[in-house]
């Protein structure tokens, strides 16, 4: 009887730490989410070792566009502080609708090897 009683409190508590262990849309990001905004346009920023396939990327203020991040070659990610983007292997994509005009950097986020700082591309935000 007690083999049998410890058996069912095993199994018991493996099953509330696996319901509990799981991340739902909700969760990720704090628990907070935005709606996501349909995309007008879009734009695909290829990463391969020690750069990315163009030297930039034009975009229209205002207008909402897709950013697809793909890894062609290598371990990379981006980051685009200025337009709070950040992509990688587990993120690909996002819309984002930039307020403002200008150039904003995009980086590789994660350490490549010895080409990662010359790794650079920029966004061109239009009017």
């Given at each position: 009887m007690?083999k049998?009683s410890?058996?069912?409190?095993?199994l018991?508590?493996?099953?509330?730490?696996?319901?509990?262990?799981?991340?739902?849309?909700?969760?990720?990001?704090?628990?907070?989410?935005?709606?996501?905004?349909?995309?007008?346009?879009?734009?695909?920023?290829?990463?391969?070792?020690?750069?990315?396939?163009?030297?930039?990327?034009?975009?229209?203020?205002?207008?909402?566009?897709?950013?697809?991040?793909?890894?062609?070659?290598?371990?990379?990610?981006?980051?685009?502080?200025?337009?709070?983007?950040?992509?990688?292997?587990?993120?690909?994509?996002?819309?984002?609708?930039?307020?403002?005009?200008?150039?904003?950097?995009?980086?590789?986020?994660?350490?490549?090897?010895?080409?990662?700082?010359?790794?650079?591309?920029?966004?061109?935000?239009?009017?």
């Amino acid at each position: 009887m007690k083999k049998a009683s410890f058996l069912l409190f095993t199994l018991m508590l493996l099953f509330v730490l696996a319901a509990c262990g799981q991340n739902s849309a909700e969760d990720q990001g704090g628990g907070i989410t935005e709606p996501e905004v349909a995309a007008s346009d879009e734009i695909v920023i290829k990463a391969t070792n020690y750069e990315f396939d163009q030297p930039e990327y034009r975009i229209k203020k205002g207008v909402p566009v897709r950013v697809v991040y793909e890894n062609v070659e290598g371990n990379h990610g981006i980051i685009v502080p200025g337009l709070s983007l950040q992509l990688d292997r587990n993120t690909t994509s996002k819309v984002i609708t930039p307020e403002e005009t200008g150039e904003f950097e995009i980086a590789c986020s994660v350490f490549c090897g010895t080409g990662h700082s010359t790794m650079i591309s920029k966004i061109i935000v239009e009017e």
